[in-house]
């Protein structure tokens, strides 16, 4: 595995970022060229973003930079709750200057009033190394006129779904907005949007929508290698519609589960052998999800390349590229029911659908999986997931309609195997895979995920 977002030694200190071949030129070439030339620049590089829905950065940009006469912001989404995934925190681990440039650049080419970082409170070593390579960069005098704020917010899975980290960088709870960011951005006083308005007098606020960009992590992380390098280097790695290399996470029934920088194109059998060394000896793989929000990717569609276009010919995402790997021991009712579990706990609410929907659904999945079942629990499901989504302001109900359906059309016999039996075939716990850490091929889960209440608080241990 060889690539350039992550190098084999942590880079710690601004000397040695500015040693490397990137270090400061991204940001000396954007300036050298200005705003337009650079957002032209990412956009024939052909970078999409990284955070999982893959739409092509350039554009994202350009749109925000083409809204004349009005604030504009950027935050970076480093709120990583996505189970299966640690790419993020790698990244900033390994070399957090790297983020800062592509932030520094960003902001320049959208003309962006201020910065905000969002990371989760409980990623104390991210929020540091963060902050200290802002404070080294303007130091530096790389980042002179850029103002950028750290925001340190809560554990709920929304806090990464880009509306709602709106409302959490102004001071509220992770609810999702109805408008995106685009329309609707930071410190926006205009009440015409359909949500809530900020007071004139707050500080960044101003009369109009406030269009802000927001970017992942990942995204950002590759901006000063392009405008370093060009948009011709990175398309020479990945394809055509996916270019350049992109960092993938491998956990579950994998001997040593880690996170590594593949290029584009490589195949998903290849990339949870090189990353993650492949399933137990005698053991082969069952079905893969990418997080909690795609279809499975079953053991006969395994050859399908790591691209956007690749994932979606299969009917299924890329995602963020955190792959939860099951071998042939485990039960899909209880996958299911796991991930459903965890996407009906952190559902905010907002949209009674969702909530009720998708709680229902979880617990006609535990129903089957313990025993209890009938196939008046397989009707409930699929009555269920045909309204889950009515009204949802996020797309977290989504994910629970295009997760559990794919499921049960992959699994079917499984599904029947618990009703006409009345208990699990495949009796085994299967954690779910929401990463503490992970490191030296060993992931540490969240056990407090099992006391979660679907209020967002804990039963007492």
Request: aromatic letters at 8%.
């Amino acid at each position: 595995m060889t690539g350039f977002l992550l190098p084999t030694e942590a880079i710690t200190s601004i000397e040695a970022y500015l040693a490397t071949e990137t270090g400061g030129a991204g940001v000396a070439r954007a300036q050298e060229i200005g705003p337009e030339a650079t957002i032209e620049e990412i956009s024939r590089a052909g970078l999409r973003g990284r955070g999982g829905g893959g739409f092509p950065t350039g554009r994202k940009w350009q749109g925000i930079a083409s809204q004349e006469g009005t604030r504009r912001y950027l935050v970076v989404n480093g709120a990583e709750g996505e189970p299966g995934t640690f790419k993020d925190r790698a990244l900033l681990r390994a070399n957090p200057y790297q983020l800062v440039e592509g932030l520094i650049i960003a902001a320049f080419a959208i003309a962006a009033e201020e910065v905000f970082v969002c990371l989760k409170e409980r990623f104390e070593r991210e929020i540091d190394n963060v902050t200290r390579a802002v404070a080294e960069m303007q130091d530096a005098g790389i980042c002179t006129d850029c103002k950028v704020t750290v925001v340190a917010g809560p554990d709920e899975y929304l806090f990464g779904e880009e509306k709602a980290m709106l409302e959490v960088v102004e001071g509220r709870p992770p609810l999702p907005r109805l408008l995106p960011p685009y329309e609707h951005g930071l410190f926006a006083s205009d009440m015409q949007s359909g949500w809530e308005g900020t007071p004139v007098s707050a500080p960044g606020a101003g009369g109009d929508a406030n269009p802000t960009l927001v970017n992942n992590v990942e995204t950002l992380s590759n901006v000063p290698h392009i405008l370093a390098r060009g948009a011709e280097w990175f398309r020479s790695m990945g394809t055509p519609e996916s270019p350049g290399t992109i960092v993938a996470t491998v956990v579950g029934d994998v001997v040593a589960p880690d996170v590594g920088e593949v290029e584009m194109g490589s195949t998903l059998r290849d990339v949870i052998d090189a990353v993650g060394s492949g399933v137990g000896p005698g053991r082969s793989v069952k079905a893969v999800f990418s997080g909690v929000a795609n279809a499975v990717v079953t053991a006969d569609q395994l050859d399908v390349p790591l691209t956007y276009e690749g994932f979606q010919a299969i009917g299924s995402g890329m995602g963020s590229a955190g792959f939860i790997v099951h071998d042939d021991t485990a039960c899909m009712v209880n996958a299911a029911y796991v991930y459903s579990r965890f996407l009906s706990v952190e559902s905010c609410g907002q949209c009674p659908p969702c909530k009720l929907g998708s709680g229902e659904i979880t617990e006609h999945l535990q129903r089957l999986e313990t025993g209890g079942g009938t196939a008046e629990d397989m009707q409930g499901i699929a009555h269920w997931l045909g309204r889950v989504t009515d009204g949802n302001r996020c797309y977290l109900a989504v994910e629970e309609q295009i997760m559990v359906t794919s499921v049960v059309r992959a699994f079917a016999e499984e599904f029947v195997e618990h009703v006409d039996h009345g208990s699990c075939p495949r009796p085994r716990p299967i954690p779910l895979p929401k990463l503490v850490d992970l490191d030296g091929g060993q992931a540490t889960y969240d056990e407090t995920f099992w006391r979660k209440r679907p209020d967002w608080t804990y039963e007492p241990e």
